[in-house]
């Protein structure tokens, strides 16, 4: 597709169950982003991703949060154990630097 | 670190008038600085940005933005509003000692633009 894809749209799951995100992102797009949107808030910088290069994490709220990606592909976002304050939409956004566009998020809910 | 103010969460205009959405930042050192827009059942998308020189910038679809360092501001302008302009308006800002300033931007809580018949 032209934009950047996410799936799924909607999560729902249980306290302390794993959670696993997708970004598809725009081809070309070098440089990956995930950002949180806690209800109320704006975006809150999770972890970028540049080529090859070692992404920058200082955005992971805890190490129950981690996040993949090889080279200009697909990045996951994976949560463990998940906690009630993780229900958010997470926003991933793709660009040649800065984010130049989003996807439509993953909107998580933590029973 | 860096923070971001959109006093304004919504702002009604009407068709053809002019508007002015604010922002205004707060940091220790020198930033970048974005308009991203998101119109309904889309995402995010950059509008417009200022890196350095000129501190007018001029964005897609008619918007500019003018940086102004002693006021700590970078509001969003445009001379004439259509109805497809409905949409969030975000502002947000990042170090300057990134390069190209891409990572960590901080967001502003975005501002509501609705522009009426």
């Known amino acids: 597709g032209a934009g950047v894809s996410q799936s799924p749209s909607n999560k729902v799951t249980e306290k302390g169950k794993d959670v696993e995100l997708r970004c598809d992102p725009i081809?070309?797009?070098?440089?990956l982003y995930w950002y949180r949107q806690r209800l109320g808030q704006g975006l809150e910088f999770l972890i970028y991703f540049q080529g090859n290069s070692a992404p920058d994490k200082s955005g992971l709220p805890s190490d129950r949060f981690s996040a993949e990606r090889t080279g200009e592909s697909v990045s996951t976002l994976t949560i463990q154990r998940t906690q009630q304050e993780d229900s958010a939409v997470y926003l991933c956004a793709t660009g040649l630097d800065q984010p130049q566009h989003f996807g439509d998020g993953t909107r998580l809910s933590i029973l | 670190a860096q923070s971001v103010t959109q006093l304004d969460s919504q702002v009604p205009v009407f068709e053809e008038a002019p508007v002015e959405l604010r922002c205004n930042y707060s940091?220790?050192?020198?930033?970048?600085l974005f308009w991203y827009v998101q119109y309904p059942n889309q995402g995010l998308q950059l509008l417009l940005k200022y890196l350095s020189g000129s501190t007018l910038v001029k964005g897609i679809n008619g918007f500019e933005a003018e940086f102004n360092k002693s006021q700590t501001s970078f509001h969003l302008r445009k001379p004439s509003v259509h109805i497809s302009d409905t949409a969030e308006y975000f502002c947000a800002v990042s170090d300057q000692s990134r390069a190209g300033g891409g990572n960590k931007l901080t967001f502003g809580t975005g501002t509501q633009l609705k522009v009426e018949l």
């Open positions: 081809s070309g797009h070098t440089a």
């Open positions: 940091s220790s050192v020198s930033v970048y």
